[in-house]
């Protein structure tokens, strides 16, 4: 939540709470750092595996004639689809970062 119109209120109780929450979230991020963006890559990776999983589970289900819902295998198919889409959207962008930064001079 952006706070920042806040400043300007002249109740001295909002402004504290308006610079405390800014050096929070400051320290926050200054303590996540690659670790935490490692975590969410993580977890970004573990759930596209699961909708995939779920996908081909459903397609299973349906080719063996378990199913006739054919909604389900959709709703599935396409959660499994733009998961994937996500995630290699994501690798593209890490790996045209890590370009950058080796052609930096040092």
């Known amino acids: 939540m952006d706070i920042t119109s806040f400043y300007n209120i002249s109740s001295g109780a909002i402004q504290k709470a308006a610079e405390t929450s800014s050096l929070y979230q400051t320290n926050k991020a200054a303590e996540e750092g690659f670790s935490g963006l490692l975590d969410k890559a993580i977890e970004n990776l573990n759930t596209t595996n699961s909708y ?55």
């Open 52 to 106: 995939l999983s779920d996908a081909e589970n459903e397609e299973l289900r349906w080719a063996l004639g378990e199913t006739e819902n054919t909604h389900d295998l959709t709703i599935a198919l396409q959660k499994a689809s733009t998961a994937l889409q996500y995630t290699v959207a994501i690798r593209d962008k890490f790996l045209e970062a890590y370009r950058e930064i080796m052609q930096m001079q040092i």
